[in-house]
C-alpha cells in the first residue's frame, strides 16, 4: 500500500547516506494535485525542486555505490510518477498555455524547454541536458525520459496531438529564407545536404561522406532545410533522394544511400532523445505527406499540403535509417547491388516508423523477418 511505499522509499534513501531530516520533507512534498492548475504547478515545481537537489547530492551515476544507485532510481522514479500525474490532469490546458490557444506553432523539439519555464522541474533545461549529453549513453541518468513524457500526453490529446502535427509539418523558417537563393542560383550546398534544382526535378543529395552519409545531430537540419526547399520550388514537379560518393577506402568514389544512425554517436550519448522526434515528425513526415500550410489544416481528409512525389535512388546500400528513408518516398530506384537492413533493435532503439510501414511493401512474414532478425534484403532478390 501507500504507507509501505513511503517507508521502502525512505529506506532507500537513508541507507544511501542522506539524513531522515532531507528525506522526510522530500517525501512530504510529494504533490497531492487538485484539478487547479496554478496550484498543482506550484506544488509539482517545488516537489521537483527538492528531488533535484537531492540527485545533485549524489556521484554521477558510473561512480555510485549500490545503495545510491537504488536511491536515484527512487529519486528519479518518483519524480516521473508525479510528472506522469501532472501531465493527465494538465497536459491539454499546458498545451494551450504554451501556444497561446494553439494560435501559434511551438516545434516539438522546442516544447519541453518551453514548458520548463512554464512549470519549473517538468522537464530538463537545456542546461541540465547539455550536462547528460557529456557523458556515454550507458552512463545517463535518462534525463530526456522526461520530455518523452510531455510529449506523449501532448500527442495524446486530439486538439494538441493534430496541431503539433502541423506544427512539424510547416517549412523552416531557415528554407524559407533560403527559397529565394535556390531559385536564383539553381542549387544551395548546405553541409549535409545538397539540393538542386535540375529541369523538372528537385535533386536532394545526402552528405555525410566520412561517416558513410549515416544520420546525426549535425546532418538533421541540412537534411530537412533541403526537403522544404525540393518540396517548395515551384518549378519541379517530383523531387529525387540520393546518398553522395564517399570517402571510405572500401567504397572509395562509389555512392552509398544512407547507413543509417551514426552508431558512434550514439554510443557516446550525442544523439538526443528529441533528434528522433524531430527526425520523423518533421522531414520523413514531410517526404511522406508533404508541407503543411499555417493558415489550413494538414490532415489527410479535409486538409491540404503542398506534396510532390519523391523517387529514391538506393545506391550501394540503405541501412536503418537509411531503409526508413525509402519507406517514405513514393518510387525507388536501386542499384541491383545495393541491399537493405533495418538493424534498430539490435542498438536497442525503435526502426523509426518502419516496423508500421514495412508490411504495407513486403509483408508481414519479411516484414517481420526484417526488424526482429536482422535479415539483409538485396534488391535484386
Known amino acids: 500500500d501507500g504507507t509501505s511505499e513511503r517507508d521502502a522509499a525512505l529506506a532507500q534513501l537513508t541507507a544511501a547516506g542522506f539524513a531522515v531530516s532531507d528525506a522526510t520533507p522530500w517525501q512530504q512534498a510529494t504533490p497531492v494535485l487538485r484539478g487547479d492548475f496554478e496550484a498543482d504547478a506550484a506544488a509539482s515545481t517545488r516537489f521537483f525542486a527538492l528531488t533535484q537537489s537531492l540527485l545533485q547530492r549524489l556521484p554521477a551515476k558510473p561512480r555510485r555505490e549500490a545503495a545510491q544507485a537504488l536511491a536515484a532510481l527512487e529519486l528519479l522514479r518518483s519524480a516521473r510518477a508525479a510528472r506522469e500525474r501532472f501531465l493527465s490532469l494538465h497536459a491539454g490546458s499546458l498545451y494551450e498555455r504554451l501556444t497561446a490557444a ?79 537563393h535556390l531559385q536564383a542560383s539553381g542549387s544551395i550546398d548546405l553541409g549535409s545536404a545538397l539540393i538542386e534544382i535540375n529541369g523538372q526535378a528537385s535533386r536532394v543529395t545526402l552528405k555525410n561522406p566520412k561517416c558513410l552519409n549515416a544520420e546525426d545531430q549535425q546532418t538533421i537540419a541540412a537534411v530537412e ?142 516484414a517481420r523477418q526484417l526488424v526482429m532478425m536482422e535479415r539483409r534484403l538485396d534488391c535484386a532478390s
Open 102 to 180: 494553439r494560435s501559434r506553432f511551438v516545434l516539438a523539439q522546442d516544447l519541453p524547454d518551453a514548458a520548463a519555464r512554464l512549470v519549473p522541474g517538468l522537464c530538463p533545461t537545456p542546461a541540465q541536458v547539455a550536462a547528460e549529453a557529456a557523458v556515454r549513453q550507458g552512463d545517463k541518468d535518462g534525463i530526456e525520459i522526461d520530455q518523452s513524457l510531455l510529449l506523449a500526453h501532448v500527442l495524446a490529446g486530439e486538439a494538441s496531438g493534430m496541431h503539433l502535427c502541423h506544427a512539424m509539418l510547416l517549412p523552416r523558417a531557415e528554407s524559407l529564407e533560403q527559397l529565394r
Open 225 to 366: 532545410q533541403a526537403v522544404d526547399l525540393a518540396l517548395l520550388d515551384t518549378r519541379s514537379g517530383v523531387a529525387v533522394l540520393r546518398g553522395s560518393a564517399i570517402d571510405h577506402p572500401k567504397y572509395a568514389g562509389r555512392r552509398v544511400f544512407s547507413s543509417g544512425i551514426n552508431l558512434t554517436d550514439l554510443y557516446h550519448g550525442k544523439i538526443p532523445y528529441l533528434w528522433y522526434v524531430r527526425r520523423e515528425m518533421g522531414f520523413v513526415n514531410k517526404l511522406f505527406r508533404g508541407l503543411a500550410y499555417a493558415d489550413r489544416p494538414a490532415d489527410e481528409v479535409t486538409g491540404a499540403t503542398l506534396e510532390k512525389p519523391w523517387i529514391a535512388q538506393l545506391d550501394t546500400f540503405a541501412i536503418g535509417g537509411g531503409c526508413q528513408y525509402l519507406l517514405a518516398t513514393d518510387y525507388v530506384v536501386a542499384g541491383s547491388d545495393a541491399y537493405m537492413t533495418l538493424p534498430a533493435r539490435k542498438e536497442g532503439i525503435v526502426p523509426g516508423v518502419a516496423n508500421l510501414r514495412l508490411t504495407r511493401f513486403v509483408g508481414d512474414r519479411l
